[in-house]
């Protein structure tokens, strides 16, 4: 019988995470299913997932619940504290985190990248945060509100509400938040913008699918940018990998699931 997979997430119904599984699956010639698992209530994501499936991605808004259910959580997972992979190990549900190391590898083109603007301090910023950090890069976050900056100063990370930042120059500034994804609104004020993209190397967005006015502005300015669809590319990549126990090269499994986002 073929491997299940499967993406569990509320919504669910935009991902193309089963598209790009399936072009994978379908490269190596391998009997499996990807399917979409529409789920309200991400408590119950343990049972059907051990019932049914052999190893799935977790998507909005379940990644911390689906780590708290982890039998075992491997690599920068724990230091994320949110899981977008899990794999059914002999009836254990075991969660990796692929966001952080899927967003290095979509960046490899940008070179010298010694230090970082992380832009809103939600999930993404903590798996990102979190793999620069591991990989020396120096880090700042500059979010909205303050709250949610309590535990990336914890974690010995220099973070700012709005109100407190003197932007400096760092060699790339990556927007997290979810400015621009449905409005044209910028993840900072724009005076803010402005002086930060007077001495910034690159730019990127983990938002996908559209043009958001950040990398809009940064075009105007000449720099380099990427949107996210690099990121949600390689973390498949990294996760479908983790399915197959690292058996594949991921230079193969990315030129399958790059079919995903050209048909
Ligand atoms: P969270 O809800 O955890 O965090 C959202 C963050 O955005 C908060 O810091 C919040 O600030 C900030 N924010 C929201 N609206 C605004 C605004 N209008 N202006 C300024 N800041 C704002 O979200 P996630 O980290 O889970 O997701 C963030 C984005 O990442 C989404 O757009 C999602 O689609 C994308 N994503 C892309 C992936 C990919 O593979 N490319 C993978 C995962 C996510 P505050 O604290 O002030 O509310």
Redesign the pocket.
């Known amino acids: 019988m073929g491997k299940k997979f499967t993406i569990f997430g509320y919504p669910v119904e935009h991902s193309i995470s089963p598209k790009m599984h399936k072009f994978a699956i379908d490269g190596f010639n391998l009997e499996a299913t990807y399917s979409k698992t529409l789920l309200e209530d991400g408590t119950k994501i343990k049972d059907i997932f051990l019932r049914e499936f052999d190893g799935a991605n977790v ?2 808004p379940h990644k911390e619940i689906a780590y708290r259910l982890c039998d075992e959580v491997r690599g920068v997972a724990k230091e994320i504290e949110a899981v977008n992979t899990i794999v059914n190990k002999n009836g254990k549900m075991v969660g990796y985190n692929t ?1 952080g190391d ?1 967003f290095l590898n979509s960046i490899k083109d940008f070179k010298d990248i010694d230090t970082v603007l992380i ?7 903590k798996a990102l945060a979190t793999v620069f950090k591991q990989s020396g890069v120096e880090t700042t976050i500059l ?3 303050k ?2 900056l309590t535990p990336f100063l914890k974690r010995g990370f220099k973070a700012f509400c709005w109100e407190e930042f003197l932007p400096q120059k760092y060699n790339l500034i990556v927007n ?4 621009g ?1 449905q409005n044209s ?1 910028l ?2 004020p724009e005076d803010t913008i402005l002086k930060t993209l007077k001495k910034v190397d690159f730019l990127a967005d ?3 699918g559209k043009e958001t006015p950040f990398l809009h502005m940064g075009k105007r300015f000449d720099i380099p940018t990427i949107d ?2 690099g ?2 590319l390689h ?1 498949g990549v990294l996760a479908f990998n983790l399915f197959y126990e690292n058996r594949f090269d991921l230079g193969e499994i990315t030129k399958y699931m790059k079919k995903a986002f050209i048909s």
């Not at 832009?119 to 910023?125: E, H, I």
């Not at 997290?176 to 400015?179: D, K, L, Q, V």
Request: glycine content about 16%.
């Open positions: 998507t909005v966001d899927g832009l809103g301090a939600g999930g993404t910023a979010n909205r509100s709250e949610r997290t938040t979810s400015a994804l609104t993840p900072a983990v938002i996908y996210g669809s990121m949600l973390q």
